[in-house]
């Protein structure tokens, strides 16, 4: 294949840039940080910021071991650069997002050609579940662009004969395994390893793995992964236990960390984390695979990616700890595959899109009618009816965005051709994605950001900011300040961290109701449920300074 021009690349890159500005960047910071994800891994970088201390994450000021650094050091770098706000946060998880695109366009254009480059970063930018993991702080896609930077490296390396080129490639694989380890532990090497050693075990591909330059790769992980482990080893005696035997082996092989799930729990996040290409993904399968099984070792490549998406996804099965991002590595692979047969050329069957099209227009009907029941007849899904009512517009927007276009696609493929159904599908998404953003406010659990800037801005460095019966991350974070807890404490890992315990700043009710009747000015908040109560005890005098649809401010000084 033909070596790519470095004016074409930088055309692309520039188109898919522009595209993924739109997508990942419309009103990115519209929105307050909701409990308790991504106020939690913005709370952490502005304490590291606070305290000066880049070695051990904290949470509330406790110890917080679950995680390595990278991304809370990326996150207090971009506070430091823009401010404390939500654009910069969030920006964090859309340039990861970004570059995810940009290394999926690379790595299948090296390998399939322009068309199937620009198709496939096309296909991720705009698969559901990437569009909104792009645009939430979780550690998910940082981990999901770096381990697919590894993999790319690898397949695109063991192509090249040795010399310069080659070794650049697996410095790369190195040193991505490496980021991707200081992103969310050891599965930033183990699962990478296992699908390159998987892939060279089972298809044979062992004589294009050398020279692999195994002794100055291993020191270029070893350089960028161990500091970090061995600093946070040294200050904390509790550290290698929390981190390797619960974060690690317990969450994988036992329901320590409470989030089960039967083992089909991922195949409805990809069939929808995959829309509007779902439809397509079987006919792609069976073009990269021609010959199935017996002719592997002629489509080793196709295969490498299958390998790729197939463990990834049965690891993530396995385990007894199950949340919805945790499969977003498997997005690429398939966006490579996707994009591949999307590029070959139509006149082998110029009705070959049809059955992905009919399966976009089918999915969009049930997504249309869903959206509707929902918000009309709140249960399950969405439990509040005040959420319900105000959600009403934007999902009846959303319903008529996936009916029209679901149906526009259609008739476009019957009656004109499968490119232009093609393109309705495409602004169909792009129009659904749109809307989307307007609704996140109104998706989101309501939070106490409002409640926290009222005591940033009156609360006196002597007084006392309480969180009652329970730890609120947004409150921590809008307030800037660290809070003590009554009788609740949430997941502060109080257990890390015996000075944290000793602080006095984690207390019971009894002690609780002492400090009320005592000096010091307490600014307490509270979900509304937590203190019926104790606002009905006639003894118990309080002045209320602050109140939202879910939570109470309120003090023991006017």
Not at 70 to 89: D, P, R, S, T
Not at 346 to 369: M, N, Q
Request: glycine share 8%; aromatic share 14%.
């Amino acid at each position: 294949m033909a070596a790519p021009t470095p004016s074409s690349v930088r055309r692309d890159m520039l188109l898919l840039g522009l595209l993924c500005l739109g997508l990942f960047g419309l009103r990115l910071g519209s929105s307050s940080l909701p409990n308790p994800d991504e106020s939690r891994y913005a709370e952490i970088p502005r304490e590291m910021l606070a305290t000066g201390d880049w070695v051990t994450p904290r949470l509330n000021g406790v110890n917080y071991f679950e995680k390595p650094p990278l991304v809370y050091w990326a996150v207090a770098a971009n506070q430091g650069v823009f401010g404390a706000n939500e654009w910069a946060i969030r920006a964090v998880p859309a340039l990861f997002a970004l570059g995810g695109v940009l290394l999926t366009y690379a790595a299948t254009r090296r390998l399939y050609g322009r068309n199937a480059g620009l198709a496939a970063g096309f296909v991720l930018a705009t698969a559901l579940l990437y569009f909104a993991l792009a645009r939430i702080l979780l550690l998910d896609m940082a981990v999901s662009v770096l381990m697919s930077a590894a993999l790319f490296c690898f397949i695109l390396g063991v192509q090249e004969p040795a010399g310069g080129r080659r070794r650049w490639l697996f410095y790369g694989v190195y040193a991505s395994m490496a980021l991707a380890t200081l992103t969310k532990g050891l599965i930033g090497f183990l699962v990478t390893g296992a699908v390159m050693f998987l892939w060279l075990l089972v298809f044979n591909q062992w004589r294009r793995l050398r020279p692999f330059y195994l002794p100055t790769g291993a020191l270029l992980f070893l350089a960028l992964a161990a500091p970090w482990h061995v600093l946070a080893a040294l200050r904390n005696e509790t550290w290698a236990h929390r981190y390797f035997v619960y974060e690690h082996w317990e969450r994988f092989t036992s329901p320590a960390a409470s989030r089960p799930g039967p083992w089909w729990y991922f195949i409805p996040i990809v069939v929808a984390g995959l829309f509007p290409w779902t439809g397509f993904l079987w006919p792609a399968l069976r073009a990269a695979l021609p010959g199935g099984w017996t002719a592997r070792k002629e489509n080793a490549n196709a295969w490498f990616f299958v390998t790729w998406a197939a463990f990834i996804f049965l690891f993530f099965s396995k385990s007894h700890s199950k949340l919805p991002p945790y499969i977003l590595p498997v997005f690429p692979p398939l966006a490579v595959l996707i994009g591949a047969w999307l590029a070959r050329p139509g006149t082998e069957d110029p009705k070959r899109l049809r059955a992905g099209l009919v399966f976009f227009t089918g999915f969009s009907a049930l997504l249309g009618i869903a959206l509707a029941v929902v918000v009309l007849y709140p249960g399950r899904i969405i439990r509040d009816p005040i959420q319900a009512l105000a959600l009403r517009p934007y999902a009846f927007a959303l319903a008529a965005i996936a009916l029209a276009g679901g149906a526009l696609t259609l008739w476009l493929e019957l009656r004109r051709s499968s490119i232009h159904a093609l393109r309705a599908m495409a602004v169909t998404a792009g129009l659904f994605y749109a809307t989307l953003t307007f609704a996140v406010p109104d998706i989101q659990r309501p939070g106490t950001s409002e409640l926290a800037r009222i005591v940033k801005a009156r609360a006196q460095p002597a007084d006392r900011v309480v969180n009652y019966h329970e730890f609120f991350h947004d409150f921590a974070y809008y307030s800037g300040r660290v809070v003590d807890v009554v009788d609740g404490k949430g997941e502060l890992e109080l257990e890390e961290d015996a000075a944290a315990r000793a602080s006095g700043r984690f207390i019971d009710d009894a002690e609780f109701r002492r400090r009320w009747t005592g000096p010091v000015r307490l600014w307490v908040v509270a979900e509304k449920e937590a203190v019926t109560e104790l606002f009905a005890d006639r003894a118990f005098r309080y002045y209320l300074l602050g109140e939202t649809r879910s939570h109470y401010l309120f003090s023991n000084q006017p």
